[in-house]
Nanobody, 123 residues
Framework: QVQLVESGGGLVQAGGSLRLSCAAS????????MGWFRRAPGKEREFVAA????????DYADSVKGRFTISRDNAKNTVYLQMNSLKPEDTAVYYC????????????????WGQGTQVTVSS
């Protein structure tokens, strides 16, 4: 069982930056693919970014490309989402997810999910 705990959310003005962190329990974190997803008020959950188990391959939703960066530190069992040039439409609860299969995954079929952290971008 893997437990994921997100942190780093908050209120920021448009154009600002935040860095989200997702700390994972367990000794096999380095084998897991990781992803970030978000759910905005009144909208469906959507994919944001993903990274494979070793960190060499990443993918992003078109809406965040060039603004967000996903990275991981396997020694710290942590995955990050650096969010720059934030827009009001980035307001959402952000979730991290882990998958045992290790390869890059952009769908929702992850094994484990965190509880989420709120990001609010004011205009």
């Amino acid at each position: 069982q893997v437990q994921l705990v997100e942190s780093g959310g908050g209120l920021v003005q448009a154009g600002g930056s935040l860095r989200l962190s997702c700390a994972a329990s367990g000794r096999t974190f380095g084998r897991y693919a990781m992803g970030w997803f978000r759910r905005a008020p009144g909208k469906e959950r959507e994919f944001v970014a993903a990274i494979n188990w070793i960190g060499g391959v990443t993918d992003y939703a078109d809406s965040v490309k060039g603004r967000f960066t996903i990275s991981r530190d396997n020694a710290k069992n942590t995955v990050y989402l650096q969010m720059n040039s934030l827009k009001p439409e980035d307001t959402a609860v952000y979730y991290c997810a882990a998958d045992r299969r290790g390869g890059l995954r952009t769908g929702f079929d992850y094994d484990y999910w965190g509880q989420g952290t709120q990001v609010t971008v004011s205009s």
